[in-house]
């Protein structure tokens, strides 16, 4: 018979390693879509901010997982990361790939949000106090960004309009 404990901490510490591999995805989707954001500098600006939170966030879940004695899933950390590249370059044909990427970015930011919070509950269920201010505070930043990429919706959509009525490339 399973202990308990047990079944608490191999779902936890999945999830850490899971929530980890997600935040490479999301580094590597960043990348991409702050290289390609010319014309829309405060996409590229907001991306670098929160790529630098990202990377913040790895270390919070890797400190995490350092005290489960845990190192994270190097085969999902390259797996997740080379889908965030291709998801990435499938936007870049698409006429509207600054729209695309925003649709996008808010499904993933808010897939993050949901994590945490998942992360945050198995915590406290199963007494783990030294998770819930990393966990926490990964969570305001997700959520931070998320309701950036909603907010910035309506003028992403009016400066691509204004871009393709000028004739230039409003895609990215």
């Not at 999830?15 to 580094?27: F, P, S």
């Not at 500098?41 to 790529?51: F, S």
Request: hydrophobic fraction near 45%; proline fraction near 2%; charge should be negative.
């Amino acid at each position: 018979m399973t202990n308990a404990d047990d079944v608490w901490r191999d779902v936890f510490v999945t999830g850490l390693k899971n929530a980890r591999a997600v935040e490479n995805q999301a580094l590597a989707l960043m990348d991409r879509q702050i290289d390609r954001a010319r014309n829309f500098t405060e996409v590229a600006a907001r991306l670098k901010a929160h790529r630098l939170e990202t990377e913040g966030q790895i270390l919070r879940l890797e400190t995490l997982l350092d005290g489960f004695d845990e190192k994270p899933s190097g085969l999902k950390d390259a797996a997740l990361s080379l889908g965030g590249h291709l998801a990435a370059m499938s936007h870049s044909f698409a006429e509207d790939e600054i729209l695309k990427n925003a649709f996008a970015n808010y499904a993933f930011e808010n897939f993050e949000a949901a994590s945490y919070r998942a992360l945050i509950l198995l915590a406290h269920s199963g007494g783990y106090e030294a998770a819930y201010d990393p966990l926490n505070a990964t969570l305001e930043e997700e959520l931070r960004m998320a309701r950036w990429v909603d907010e910035s919706l309506p003028m992403l959509v009016e400066k691509h309009l204004e871009l393709r009525r000028a004739g230039e490339n409003a895609s990215r």
